[in-house]
Each structure stands twice: as structure tokens, then as C-alpha cells.
């Protein structure tokens, strides 16, 4: 049973428009949660992390949202660059310390 | 500023045939992982290692095992491969358990 969910296997949007990537999860002792992002052929590179504690982290043109009541987290990206076409996955922290990871979605900027 | 290695990047081996898939960080960090990542899914943990003399099992850990030589090094093997253990294997570090962990660029294994 999937406890990271990505529903959304690809994105496409248009370059300095917004990229919204979705991620939702079932595991409530979830505490921290991160986005990577992967290009062909390299391994997935750190792109943002947010605390259960908060509802909001900025880095730049990337924002991450955490809405706990509806366990779903968004990564928010503005203006969007045809350098950010890439796999993008969501991560999920447990008690354990062991990150739980979706599937990736696939967003594709045009230029 | 090399980061993680994963060596060898690609590999085909022959069922039944044993293999270590090596791993190094240079960032000083304590903690290691080892994931794999097949088609159309995200990563899963295979193993890892919280700290220097200590390895923990992860979510798939069947048919591999794993040595923290040192610091540096974390290594994966394949006593016996099997088909089902085709996949990108990938590498990563973190300063602890609970830091963002630093990848490798894979180990993309073919087994026949």
C-alpha cells in the first residue's frame, strides 16, 4: 500500500508560468517531508523540505506547502523554467527516519 | 567536488552470479542508504546505515547485504542474482538520519 501518493505522472506547463506538483500521503507520523528532483541518468538532487510543524517554506522560485489536515503537500514553482524539466519526487520522513518516496511526476517545461 | 560515487555504473550479470556495487562520500556525513528504483515507481530502501558500525534493514532488503566499511564507504552485494534485481541502484549520505539526503548518479544493474 502506497503511503506517498503522486498522483499525477506528468505536467506540462508553459515557461514563466507556475508548476504546482502534487503529493499526497496516508501515514500521519509522517514529520518531515522533501522534494527531489531528477534528471535522466543522475541521481535525485535535494530541491526543498518542510517540518510538520510549519504550513510554508520559500527557497527562491520554489515554494513548499503542507496542509496536515488533508495530509497533501504541493511544491509550487514560479516562474517556471525550461530547466526544471525533470522527475520531481515527493518524500515522507517517519519515526524511523526512513524516507518514504512517490512515484514522481514528470514535468516538462516549454519553452 | 565529487560528492557521492557510485561505481560501477553499469553492469549485466548472469543469474546466480554474486556482485558489490561500491559506494563513497567525501562529505564527511554519518548516515548511508542504499535504494533501488524500477520503472514507473520511487525509491525504496534497501538498507542503510545510521551510523559508522551499524546497519539497519529497510523496506526490500531480501537478497542483498551490506558492509559500512568506514565512513566513507557503504557496499551493497548480490550473493545471487535473480532477474527480479534488475534495476538503477542508487547511493546517498546524509549528515545524520534526519538531514536531506545526497545522491549518487546509480548503478544501473541488468541481470539475464
Known amino acids: 500500500d502506497q503511503q506517498v501518493k503522486q498522483n499525477s505522472p506528468s505536467l506540462s506547463v508553459q515557461e514563466g508560468r507556475i508548476s504546482i506538483l502534487n503529493c499526497d500521503y496516508t501515514?500521519?507520523?509522517?514529520?518531515?517531508f522533501l522534494w527531489y528532483k531528477k534528471y535522466p541518468a543522475e541521481g535525485p538532487t535535494f530541491l526543498i523540505s518542510i517540518s510538520s510543524i510549519k504550513d510554508k517554506n520559500e527557497d527562491g522560485r520554489f515554494t513548499v506547502f503542507l496542509n496536515k489536515s488533508a495530509k497533501h503537500l504541493s511544491l509550487h514553482i514560479v516562474p517556471s523554467q525550461p530547466g526544471d524539466s525533470a522527475v520531481y519526487f515527493c518524500?515522507?520522513?517517519?519515526?524511523?527516519?526512513?524516507?518514504?518516496f512517490g512515484k514522481g511526476t514528470l514535468l516538462t517545461v516549454n519553452p | 567536488n565529487a560528492g557521492v560515487t557510485q561505481t560501477p555504473k553499469f553492469q549485466v550479470l548472469k543469474t546466480g552470479q554474486s556482485m558489490t556495487l561500491q559506494c563513497a562520500q567525501d562529505m564527511n556525513h554519518n548516515s548511508m542508504y542504499w535504494y533501488r528504483q524500477d520503472p514507473g515507481m520511487g525509491l525504496r530502501l534497501i538498507y542503510y546505515s545510521a551510523s559508522e558500525g551499524t546497519t539497519d534493514k529497510g523496506e526490500v532488503p531480501n537478497g542483498y547485504n551490506v558492509s559500512r566499511l568506514n565512513k566513507r564507504e557503504f557496499s551493497l552485494r548480490l550473493e545471487s542474482a535473480a532477474p527480479s534485481q534488475t534495476s538503477v541502484y542508487f547511493c546517498?549520505?546524509?549528515?545524520?538520519?534526519?538531514?536531506?539526503?545526497?545522491f549518487g548518479d546509480g548503478t544501473r544493474l541488468s541481470i539475464l
Open positions: 546517498a549520505s546524509s549528515e545524520g538520519p534526519n538531514q536531506p539526503q545526497h
Open positions: 501515514n500521519s507520523m509522517f514529520d518531515y
Open positions: 518524500a515522507a520522513r517517519g519515526s524511523n527516519y526512513k524516507l518514504t
